[in-house]
């Protein structure tokens, strides 16, 4: 009755189950005769009924050069940066050898359920094409989750061999998952459906080799293909560079390799926000001003004990929007005006003061600052993409509405606010008034 007609991959309840409530009137068959409609009205809108198999030569056509180059820019502005001490973008005329080392170096985490991987560009790869196989050095290192001293000693020696480290570690998915999860193909998973982990630490085997790698005091760039938000504020103190992505598509090497040579600029920005442990779980950016440290404001370090937490303090190690790049992005001129029927027109200047084009995500967020509830610190409402060229300026625009500025009230029903409220882009703030409706 929820108007699910289907289910896949295998019959739970679809089945004999189903069959002897129709039989025996527990369910009306003319649920049925809809769920089948339904089914058979969309089949012959894709012409299966002309035309009911598919022909395999005609797969080749869907990997076409504009399939292939979407793929790529879909990389290029997922992957995200979240540090770097200027030892990126890398002279590809001036880098000399580089070792890659880690799990994911030649076994990219595309995600669950990808089956088809012929195509796919690891990371390894995406170097290789750039510097040739003479420069490049590769060892495992380990496994998602084991590993042995043998894989690690191999990994150091091609290391020490090295003039620059890449550490690509991470996550690994299955074929399927869930229901769908025994064909694993013998893969350590680490990250699919039914495939939960603990920590959100490197796993023992990815923790000793990255100890291991980072003792040589080589210069060392983190990159991490996860399925999660992870925890590793410690470690990454101890490398040059982090480079994150979520589980690229097929051309996730060569966007790599363009951004680490500096062919284009990391845009990215975090879509959740990243702890600086589990302990610091929940970590997210609208919440309540009561919260996060507010009332003692003491956050504490070993040196200096404090209060919320005693040894840390409770903000995210990286928050949600957060995200480098090789330009430097300016905001300017932020105005919010009333208009008629209530309506509040925002716009910014965005300029690109750097030497590289760039898409950058424009985030507006108001905050209420009087509210019968708590308010929030902050809550997302727009955001846009623009594309500056080096040395760019666009003015952006944003039309926010009533439905903007309302919150949960005591009765958990949607109730308007009024009185003073903060636009916020970026470091910018503009005060507007919102007028009580009668």
């Keep these: 009755k929820a108007g699910v007609d289907i289910e896949a991959p295998v019959i739970f309840g679809y089945g004999e189950r189903l069959k002897e409530a129709v039989v025996s009137g527990d369910v009306d068959i003319k649920l049925i005769d809809e769920a089948v409609l339904n089914i058979l009205t969309l089949k012959f809108r894709l012409g299966l009924f002309e035309n009911p198999y598919t022909i395999p030569e005609r797969v080749k056509e869907l990997h076409s050069k504009k399939a292939v180059d979407l793929a790529l820019k879909l990389d290029e502005e997922a992957i995200l940066m979240l540090k770097n001490d200027g030892i990126l973008p890398l002279d590809e005329n001036k880098t000399g050898k580089v070792a890659i080392i880690g799990n994911n170096a030649k076994d990219s985490f595309l995600g669950d359920y990808i089956k088809f991987t012929e195509n796919c560009v690891s990371f390894y790869d995406g170097m290789v094409n750039r510097l040739g196989e003479e420069r490049v050095l590769y060892a495992k290192g380990c496994n998602s989750i084991s590993g042995t001293d043998g894989m690690i000693a191999e990994a150091v020696e091609k290391a020490k061999l090295s003039d620059i480290v890449f550490l690509v570690l991470g996550d690994t998915a299955a074929e399927g998952g869930g229901v769908a999860g025994d064909t694993i193909d013998d893969k350590e998973v680490t990250c699919a459906e039914g495939y939960d982990m603990h920590s959100l630490s490197l796993t023992p085997s990815q923790d ?67 702890p600086k442990s589990v302990g610091h779980i929940p970590c997210y950016y609208n919440y309540k001003v009561s919260a996060r440290g507010s009332f003692y404001k003491q956050p504490g370090m070993p040196s200096a004990p404090g209060r919320d937490y005693v040894l840390s303090s409770p903000s995210a190690w990286y928050p949600f929007g957060y995200g480098l790049s090789y330009t430097k992005i300016v905001y300017s001129d932020l105005r919010a005006e009333t208009e008629n029927g209530g309506k509040i027109r925002v716009s910014v200047d965005v300029s690109n003061a750097g030497n590289y084009d760039i898409s950058e995500s424009v985030l507006l967020y108001v905050r209420t600052l009087y509210s019968p509830i708590t308010p929030f610190v902050k809550q997302l409402k727009r955001f846009d993409k623009v594309r500056l060229k080096k040395g760019e300026k666009k003015t952006v625009e944003f039309m926010l509405d009533g439905n903007d500025f309302t919150y949960i009230d005591k009765n958990y029903k949607k109730a308007e606010s009024s009185g003073q409220h903060i636009i916020m882009i970026d470091s910018l703030e503009a005060a507007v008034d919102i007028k009580q409706k009668r």
């Design 208 to 274: 000793r080799l990255f100890n291991a790698v980072t003792a040589l005091g080589k210069p060392v760039i983190l990159v991490l293909y996860s399925g999660r938000a992870m925890a590793l504020f410690e470690e990454v103190k101890r490398v040059n560079a982090f480079l994150f992505s979520w589980g690229g598509g097929e051309q996730s090497g060569t966007a790599f390799a363009n951004i680490i040579f500096g062919d284009v600029s990391p845009s990215a920005k975090l879509s959740v926000s990243f």
